[in-house]
């Protein structure tokens, strides 16, 4: 790697860095904190599943087709992240850094992709392309869930854009197979 390409990396990781502890530290402020645990905790799975089963007690088997779609495109958004997350190794902000407060609770170890951000717009796209009426409720929902990771002190923001790009690509491949 040259040395103009180390240098611009490492100048991206100290802005991420920075920005992660920039929007971390508005966790102080007990009303944000408490918004973005619930936003976080409904993320993950509990909004969804949530969903699935309203569409399918709202729309019968006329919604089977979108909830098996939800359902397939999250598993391998499961798979994907999972064995992203042992190949990347990153460590989450908090262990790096000390001025990072953790105020949220991680379900694994490692940081790169957000799971939470992959699957919130995995199972938003899928969703909206089904019943876009929905866009009130799911759009706003994906963006909180996004931003609970950074402010929770769990992922910088580099993870959520990734989580959110790979999130946006499985669901747009899952429409290929569809």
């Keep these: 790697m040259t040395y103009k390409m180390r240098l611009y990396l490492n100048r991206m990781h100290q802005f991420d860095s920075n920005v992660c502890v920039a929007v971390n530290h508005t966790s102080q402020y007990r009303l944000i904190r408490d918004c973005f645990r619930v936003a976080s905790r409904l993320g993950d799975g509990v909004f969804w599943y949530g969903l699935m089963a309203g569409i399918l007690l709202i729309k019968g088997a006329e919604g089977l087709v979108s909830v098996l779609h939800m359902a397939v495109a999250g598993l391998i958004g499961t798979l994907l992240y999972k064995w992203l997350k042992g190949k990347t190794l990153r460590p989450r902000p908090y262990e790096v850094r000390q001025d990072i407060w ?72 899952s429409f290929l197979v569809i």
């Design 102 to 173: 953790l105020t949220g609770t991680p379900l694994d170890k490692f940081s790169f992709p957000s799971g939470h951000t992959l699957h919130a717009v995995v199972f938003g796209v899928v969703a909206l392309s089904y019943y876009p009426q929905l866009s009130m409720i799911v759009i706003p929902f994906i963006v909180m869930v996004a931003l609970s990771r950074v402010v929770l002190g769990l992922h910088y923001p580099s993870d959520v854009l990734a989580g959110a790009l790979i999130g946006a690509a499985i669901a747009a491949l």
